[in-house]
């Protein structure tokens, strides 16, 4: 079974920059796609940016284009995601996941493994 915590979040200024991390255990990491969703109040879970198992190949949100970065270290596994030029739009929970066995996974079904979340506000 694949665990996962997320670790980084905090209270940021707009335009300000964190980083995010996903530690992943289990002997399946390299072997699934990961992602990165998010959560505001009264809203659905989304997702933000995925990454292939390879790590070659990346989708992201519109609404975080240019400004956020998905990346893994398989070695390491761990999984991150820079956040640059922070919006209070952004302010939000955002959980790591896995989708073992799905080359381009970008809807919540799609992942299998989930971590707890962790809170990222942004402030004006």
């Known amino acids: 079974q694949v665990q996962l915590v997320e670790s980084g979040g905090g209270l940021v200024q707009a335009g300000g920059s964190l980083r995010l991390s996903c530690a992943a255990s289990?002997?399946?990491?390299?072997?699934?796609?990961m992602g990165w969703f998010r959560q505001a109040p009264g809203k659905e879970r989304d997702v933000v940016a995925a990454?292939?198992?390879?790590?070659?190949?990346?989708y992201y949100a519109d609404s975080v284009k240019g400004r956020f970065t998905i990346s893994r270290d398989n070695a390491k596994r761990t999984v991150y995601l820079q956040m640059n030029s922070l919006k209070p739009e952004d302010t939000a929970v955002y959980y790591c996941?896995?989708?073992?066995?799905?080359?381009?996974?970008?809807?919540?079904?799609?992942?299998?493994?989930w971590g707890q979340g962790t809170q990222v506000t942004v402030s004006s």
């Open positions: 996941a896995a989708a073992p066995g799905v080359a381009v996974p970008v809807r919540e079904y799609e992942y299998d493994y």
């Open positions: 990454i292939r198992r390879s790590g070659g190949i990346t």
């Open positions: 289990g002997r399946t990491f390299s072997s699934s796609a």
